[in-house]
């Protein structure tokens, strides 16, 4: 794993069983982005509206987002240590109902780790997912229905 984060390009996704045996890879789409909120105090934000302003940047996020990713790119080696050291999937995670009944029936739970966006389809019913869903760790983002968010919560740490 390189730790790379390649955006708008297909990502190969492993999960492991109780006894650390690898699960077929799942292949994915990620997702276009999350929205967060962030609280800037009237210099800051009026700093960030000079420097677009002044054509440094198209716009708010577009400073935003470089400003993080010069961050990320600073603690890359960081990152990439503990990305390993936690066992942690970096990118997409999509679990499909197929994927998770192919894991009952072999009888796994699955212990998901990612970094990024996990994401169970919404086919997926609550009674599937508490049945093959040991324990979820998500970095990122958890894409699911509110039913198996809620039957799981016990689950996402």
């Known amino acids: 794993m390189d730790g790379n984060w390649m955006e708008n390009q297909e990502a190969q996704v492993s999960t492991r069983n109780k006894l650390g045996d690898a699960i077929p890879e799942i292949k994915g789409k990620p997702a276009d982005s999350e929205k967060i909120t962030i609280n800037l105090g009237p210099v800051d934000l009026g700093q960030i509206d000079l420097l677009v302003k002044e054509g440094f940047y198209s716009n708010r996020t577009d400073l935003i987002r470089t400003a993080i990713r010069n961050q990320l790119s600073i603690h890359a080696d ?12 970096l990118g997409l995670h999509r679990f499909s109902r197929v994927d998770l009944e192919a894991a009952q029936a072999e009888g796994q739970m699955l212990q998901i780790h990612v970094l990024g966006l996990a994401s169970i ?18 970095l990122g983002a958890l894409h699911a229905t509110p039913a198996v968010k809620a039957v799981l919560a016990g689950r996402i740490h």
Do not use: K, W, Y
Request: glycine share 0%.
């Open 78 to 89: 960081a990152i990439n240590q503990t990305v390993a050291r936690r066992r942690l999937v």
């Open 121 to 138: 389809d919404a086919d997926v019913t609550p009674e599937l997912a508490l049945a093959t869903i040991e324990s979820i760790v998500v």
